[in-house]
């Protein structure tokens, strides 16, 4: 009561919490909700002032202002005031502070109203409450620290102290919680971010919150917050290893696998998803290796050569959808294999070689690579056989090429030299050079005559520059070692100068003679000819050409006895008793030709009585035919043909006169017989002869003499040698030449004409022809004295002409004087 009180007399509060005892006033009362049915709030007869036992007789009722449920009611025996059903604070005011029930409290008989307003006070009956048992919550594991995550606060009905007082966030390494309220005075929840969260460590977290309130006993209630780590792009791609090796062989074919790299993205989806590039390459390497973006394949995609690059080093970079990346190092070793042949360079070449160089001569050097490496670059070298060159091996991959042997230019000029370098490799590789070599020429070779000697015949009469043969020699030695020049080499033929016989072309060979040739005068001679090379020094050689002259019928038969028609008054005595068949005379002739030409016959071409007389047609005799009768003429005369037997032939004729008697006597008219021709070319040559000879002798003493006279101390040298007199100065003659003519010793006769002993150097050949025999009146000798001086007709011819080769001058008067003698 005293409470009461002094609360309505100090906060005019009155209304609340004074009990109205008094007339009509207000009663209050104060219980806890959810008390027991029939608990005892309070005593209304008490605070009333009425009796207990008055109430059943007035009825009292207590009801409920707006409302027919009956939360409290009367014990009409007691007069207390009891809770008659559960009083819940929370269903009649909720959240409000204070929860006051207004009650009628009725009294009948009289009619009595009192206000009756009931506190309720609360008590915790109500445990907080999450909206939702779980929370569900996506972070990204990207989420910075001090992220914050509102939760919605838990509810409790109660209120006050009985209301959420505090929350409780299981114990968890990222988050914690916190009470915010808003500006309207609100309160929620917040979860903090306290340490990142990695999805890849720990997907998702289920974290237990607990609301307590205030209240006693406690109560509370749980939501479980389920966080679900969403990824996020923070793991980069990571390659299995950090350098990957492999080894590929070169020329491996295209889209040859060469290493796989890979990488693993702890990130999920996008994120994990890898990609692979090249992150660092050469421009050449790209080209040679292709990456697959997707497996991670590196591949061959252009010529792996171990020589172009032995070790190559690539990057591959791997990336995530998001581009995080992170790259590895690929080397990819290269082995060799044996693809390279080896190569020969030529480097320096001795061309062409002198034939002459002598074996072992280094004539070129030659340089082997092989870029394989290992064995596969170890290169041996050879050269094919026959050719007289080999291979040394001297530094290194340097061969000198040497010669073997002597070279000849003249059997071998070109030399193709095949040299064959071979590897090690396996399969070995080899290839070839081919090296041409020329043998350059020495004059090594004299020209040498086809022949060994030569033979040319010529008609004589031959016209001056007829070709009388060529020679040939063959020099095989180059270009101007091997040109051949001919040329007649000095010497004499019959004491002049061969070149004023023959000559020969030098560059053809062909000889020409330079002068017509008399077979009377020279029937062989022989001519040295040298080939000389044009090289330097020349070399040269030797031929002998014998030249032999042939005859030709171009003397006519002489006739020297009986002299010439016209010219002879020569007769035969044929004795009157002459047989048939008896020898009468005969017809000497001669010809200077030889062989057939000189070969002569005889024949009658005319006669005064034809039977009478015969000649033998190849011996000239002239014989009777039949005894001579006494009715045969006296003087008979024959005229004589003689022919040779050349091609046409030739002829002379004599006239034969004859005279048959016993005795000369009776033949006076002979001795009117004269001859006209008076000039002897025979006479005068001999006097021109004698003349110059005499001139030259007297010339010659006269030298001598001086000579002899300055010089006394060689007093003998006048006579000491053989003087040689030019056949110039001697009549024209015939030379003797011995042993052709088959017929020559019947019909060219030799005579050795000497006054003294036949050891005489002087030779008389015996010549014939018109002038020689003239019965010349110089001679003044008839044909028949002129016949006894020499012999007998039939023996030999005799006049001859002077050719003396040589002889001492001692000699040459004697000489001259037999020629005198042999004039007069
Ligand atoms: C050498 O080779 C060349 C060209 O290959 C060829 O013309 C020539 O006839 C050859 N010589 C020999 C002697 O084989
Ligand atoms: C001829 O031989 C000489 C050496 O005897 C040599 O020097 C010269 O070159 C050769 N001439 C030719 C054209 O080969
Ligand atoms: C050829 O003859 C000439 C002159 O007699 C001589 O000098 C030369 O040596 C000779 N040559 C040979 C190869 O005999």
């Known amino acids: 009561m005293m409470h009461l009180r002094s609360v309505l007399q100090s906060y005019g509060f009155v209304f609340f919490f004074v009990v109205v005892r008094y007339a009509h006033g207000d009663l209050s009362y104060s219980v806890q909700e959810e008390l027991k049915r ?8 008490k605070d009333l002032g009425l009796e207990v036992g008055r109430l059943s007789a007035r009825k009292a009722r207590v009801d409920m202002e707006e409302n027919d449920r009956q939360y409290i009611g009367i014990n009409l025996r007691s007069g207390d005031l009891v809770v008659a059903e559960r009083i819940d604070r929370e269903e ?50 990207s989420a910075a620290k001090g992220a914050r995550y509102r939760i919605n606060a838990a509810q409790d009905a109660d209120i006050g102290k009985n209301s959420v007082e505090s929350y409780i966030l299981e114990q968890n390494p990222h988050f914690v919680f916190s009470i915010q309220t808003t500006s309207a005075g609100s309160r929620y929840g917040e979860l903090v971010l306290d340490q990142e969260l990695d999805r890849e460590e720990q997907q998702e977290l289920k974290l237990l919150l607990t609301a307590v309130d205030g209240g006693s006993p406690q109560r509370s209630g749980t939501v479980v917050i389920h966080v679900i780590v969403l990824d996020a792009n923070d793991n980069a791609p990571v390659f299995t290893e950090a350098v990957y090796t492999a080894t590929l062989p070169e020329n491996s074919p295209m889209k040859t696998a060469v290493i796989t790299v890979r990488a693993s993205d702890a990130d999920e989806g996008v994120n994990g998803e890898v990609t692979y590039e090249f992150s660092r390459i050469s421009d050449k390497l790209q080209k040679l290796f292709s ?205 002049a100068p061969v070149s004023s016989y023959v000559s020969v072309n030098g560059d053809t060979g062909v000889i020409h003679a330079v002068r017509s040739f008399d077979y009377e005068q020279l029937r062989s001679f022989k001519v040295q000819v040298m080939a000389r090379d044009n ?20 003397n006519s038969p002489q006739i020297l006895y009986p002299a010439p028609e016209g010219n002879s008054f ?131 003493i006269i030298i001598i ?12 040298l006048l006579f000491d040698g053989a003087v040689a007199i030019p056949s110039a100065y001697l009549p024209p003659n015939y030379a003797d030449v011995d042993g052709t003519g088959t017929l020559r010793s019947a019909y060219n006769y030799d005579a050795y004409l000497t006054t003294g002993s036949r050891t005489s150097d002087f030779k008389f050949v015996t010549s014939y022809n018109d002038n020689t025999l003239p019965a010349d009146q110089t001679l003044r000798k008839s044909p028949s004295d002129f016949a006894d001086v020499f012999g007998d007709c039939d023996g030999s011819p005799e006049v001859g002409t002077l050719n003396m080769i040589d002889f001492p001058v001692t000699k040459m008067l004697g000489t001259l004087s037999d020629a005198l003698a042999l004039l007069n």
Not at 619 to 633: A, K, L
């Open 570 to 700: 020569m007769t035969e005595l044929v004795l009157k008793a002459a047989h048939g068949g008896s020898l009468v005379s005969k017809v000497i002739a001669v010809d200077a030709d030889s062989g057939q030409n000189a070969w002569l016959s005889y024949e009658i071409v005319k006669s005064t009585d034809p039977g009478l007389f015969t000649i033998g047609v190849h011996s000239g005799e002239i014989r009777t035919q039949r005894d001579i009768s006494e009715s045969d003429s006296m003087k008979q005369n024959l005229i004589v043909a003689v022919k040779d037997n050349g091609q046409p032939s030739l002829s002379a004729t004599c006239s034969m006169y004859l005279l048959i008697s016993d005795n000369l006597a009776e033949v006076p008219e002979l001795k009117d017989i004269s001859y006209d021709e008076k000039n002897s070319k025979l006479t005068s040559y001999l006097i021109i002869a004698l003349v110059s000879v005499s001139t030259f002798f007297l010339t010659f």
């Open 291 to 495: 990456l697959d973006d997707k497996t991670g394949e590196i591949s061959v995609s252009g010529d792996i050569d171990y020589e172009e690059g032995r070790k190559y080093e690539v990057f591959v970079e791997a990336k995530d959808g998001y581009g995080l990346s992170s790259d590895a190092k690929v080397i990819i070793d290269i082995t060799d294999v044996n693809d390279n042949a080896p190569v020969i360079h030529l480097k320096s070449l001795t061309n062409p070689i002198p034939e002459n160089v002598s074996p072992g001569t280094e004539v070129g050097i030659i340089n082997v690579q092989d870029r394989d490496s290992e064995s596969n670059r170890q290169v041996r070298c050879s050269i094919q056989q026959g050719a007289p060159f080999k291979l040394v091996p001297s530094i290194k991959n340097y061969y000198s090429l040497v010669t073997t042997g002597q070279l000849d230019r003249e059997l071998v000029s070109d030399y193709n030299i095949t040299i064959t370098a071979t590897d090690e490799g396996s399969p070995p590789l080899s290839s070839s050079k081919s090296v041409q070599l020329s043998v350059a020429d020495i004059n090594d070779n004299p020209p040498v005559f086809e022949d060994q000697s030569y033979s040319a015949y010529v008609s004589e009469n031959n016209k001056p520059g007829s070709t009388l043969c060529s020679v040939t020699a063959r020099d095989p030695d180059w270009r101007q070692n091997g040109t051949v020049i001919y040329s007649v080499l000095p010497g004499e033929v019959n004491g």
């Open 38 to 45: 029939g608990s005892v709030i309070g005593n209304i007869a």
């Open 705 to 716: 003499l001086g000579v002899r006279f300055c010089r006394r101390r060689k007093p003998r």
């Open 535 to 554: 090289g330097s020094p020349p070399l040269s050689s030797n031929v002998t050409v014998s030249v032999f002259v042939s005859d030709v019928n171009d």
């Open 92 to 141: 009649h005011c909720g959240e409000k502070p204070s929860c006051v029930l207004k009650f009628e409290l009725l009294l009948e008989n009289p009619l009595e109203l009192h206000r009756l307003s009931l506190q309720v006070q609360d008590v915790n009956d109500n445990a907080p409450i999450f909206p939702k048992d779980v929370v569900k919550l996506e972070i990204t594991e």
